[in-house]
């Protein structure tokens, strides 16, 4: 291979690369290398509206405080986020089927499958895409162990059997 080939080559490389990214909405270059000024960013992720859209029955995981967003620096670049924990007494399906209605008006798109109920491969993470933000919104599933596990709580006996899941707003800066 001549170096002319073999610069084509590097080439369409990066040019598939840069395509995959764009066409997953992963975002290679960011103007932060580190969290230090993403202040601002941060809050305003933090005050994204999305993260209060929730179905009427829903309610706020009570004595779990996610408020205030985050800052992760450890690849790079830095990545902003912003969670809020739910409890919903219905089922996962259910919840899913309240953000698949309102999201879309809002200029949120699904991304990945959408097979909540399928008994042998459960979703338990689901995606959501903004195309004009650039954001990205997680609805993550959790279990009453995965949030003493992660999280610390324990979930009082008035919510034994909901469906609790995470709402997780993503940027990268």
Do not use: I, K
């Not at 405080?65 to 409890?87: I, Q």
């Not at 919840?95 to 999201?103: F, I, K, Q, S, T």
């Amino acid at each position: 291979m001549n170096m002319a080939e073999l610069g084509r080559a590097a080439a369409w490389t990066w040019a598939a690369v840069l395509l995959v990214g764009a066409a997953t909405g992963c975002a290679f270059f960011s103007p932060f290398s580190s969290c230090e000024g993403t202040g601002a960013a941060l809050r305003a992720l933090d005050a994204d509206p999305v993260l209060q859209v929730r179905p009427p029955e829903a309610a706020p995981a009570t004595g779990l405080d996610l408020a205030g967003g985050d800052c992760t620096d450890d690849s790079g670049d830095a990545w902003l986020s912003a969670e809020r924990m739910y409890s919903h007494p219905g089922t996962p399906r259910q919840v899913l089927d309240h953000y698949r209605a309102v999201l879309p008006a809002q200029g949120w798109s699904l991304r990945g499958p959408d097979a909540v109920d399928d008994p042998v491969h459960p979703v338990r993470v689901l995606s959501f895409s903004h195309g004009s933000s650039g954001r990205e919104l997680t609805l993550a599933f959790e279990t009453p162990d995965t949030l003493v596990q992660w999280y610390d709580y324990r979930p009082g006996p008035e919510t034994a059997g909901h469906t609790w899941y995470l709402l997780m707003v993503e940027e990268g800066v």
